[in-house]
């Protein structure tokens, strides 16, 4: 398998760890809101390829994804709520949770939170080590990364050294693109803010120290295998993680490959909570299937933009539409392997268009099942497939469908084939379409 490195700008064969085994851990949300697709397509992108590299290539995969449940969006949403910011954040874990079964996506290893009492602990831990190696100073009672202790940083971001500014710094958890300075690794105590003493001074993790710390602790020594996100997570705070891992344990990098998907964009601007342009999962599954949402997004290369549409979900619903209805009807077995087109399209640094075109190819039931479930799709009935219906249509339920198929059969069955033809154009003018066979009557929505 070839992987894009970010951190070479070059696509490498990818070597797993001893016993064949992977680790990866994945930038997770930040649980102040429920998630929208430009979240949820990096989600994607990264279950394609641990699917890959667990199903095709037969690796063990570890994979940590975490939640950042503390940060100055995740205090100031609670503060607003009224709520103590556990409970602020659990009922964004719970959406968030409901939306990945609803994308088909597979639950993973280990999905640490940053207040866990264990985490917080690794993150002491971490600011002590950076602290002996003399890469920290105490400000207003904050803890800051000085970045001017390490000539290598910005490797990652390909960061002009010589631009940066030295003794600069900045407190927020986010900070402008290519803005270099030094960064805040435990925040000060404000008033009405949460707060640990496991640092002294005290006061609360910033953002970059919570991922180092967890990845590090749950999956072991540095370089790890695979550490993935976002392309905006390239600076700052990736380079970030590589500048406290290497500082506090003297390892080079932090990860061996760094993989990073592009935005998904709507009307040519990135889509962003910020920028209020957003559309979430549990929205759009009141109008599509959740496999149509995940089949939109990776129907672009992984590294490439994503242009979102309506029209491309629909499209996306047609597409499976086609391939659910050559499984329909049949017994069908996933094929003993996944066919080797869809195979040698991911193992192409995850070349998801090129598998969704070799699939248009398939022809046997049973390779088509392997390959789409080799994408996290085809996981349903076929018949439960044609049954969904989007929320609020108001479309007749399955069980109004049943009973309106089980009246038409008792009017053929009384000759009364008038009532029998009512029943059926009654059924196909609420989109309902019935098809009748020698194993009785089946139906679908149309």
Known sequence: MRLYNTLTRSEE?????????????????????????????????????????????????????NFTDVDDRTIIGAQKAGMELRAYTDQYIAMFREDARALGLEQVEETPRAT????????????????????????????YFKISTLPTYGKLAHLDAEGMKPGARVDSDNYAKEDARDFVLWKATKPDEPTWTVVDPPGRPGWHLECSAMALRLLGESPIDIHAGGIDLIFPHHENEIAQSRSAFGHALMAKYWMHNGFVNVSGEKMSKSLGNFFTVHELLDQYPGEAIRLLLMSSHYRQPLDFTHDGLQQAKATLDRWYGALRGKRVTPADAVPASVEDALSDDLNTPLAISAMHQLDAPGELLAGGQALGLLQHDAEA?????????GGPTEAQIEAAIAARQA???????????????????????????PKGTSWKRG
């Not at 998630?35 to 037969?58: A, E, Q, S, W």
């Not at 009492?117 to 904050?142: C, F, P």
């Not at 084939?417 to 059926?424: Q, S, T």
């Open 13 to 65: 064969d990818f070597a797993p760890g001893p016993g064949n085994s992977v680790r990866m851990y994945t930038c997770g949300l930040t649980v102040y809101a429920r998630g929208h697709i430009g979240n949820f397509r990096t989600f994607i992108c990264v279950d394609v390829l641990r699917r890959t590299l667990k199903y095709l290539l037969g690796y063990q995969v570890r994979q940590v994804m």
């Open 116 to 143: 866990d009492e264990a985490n917080l602990q690794a993150m002491a831990d971490l600011i002590r080590a950076l602290d002996k190696n003399g890469h920290t100073y105490v400000s207003d009672g904050s803890i």
């Open 385 to 393: 497939w044609f049954r969904w219906t989007p929320v609020g249509t």
């Open 411 to 437: 009017a053929r069955k009384a000759k009364d084939f008038k009532e029998a033809d009512r029943l059926r154009d009654d059924l196909k003018a609420k989109g309902v379409i019935l098809e009748d066979g």
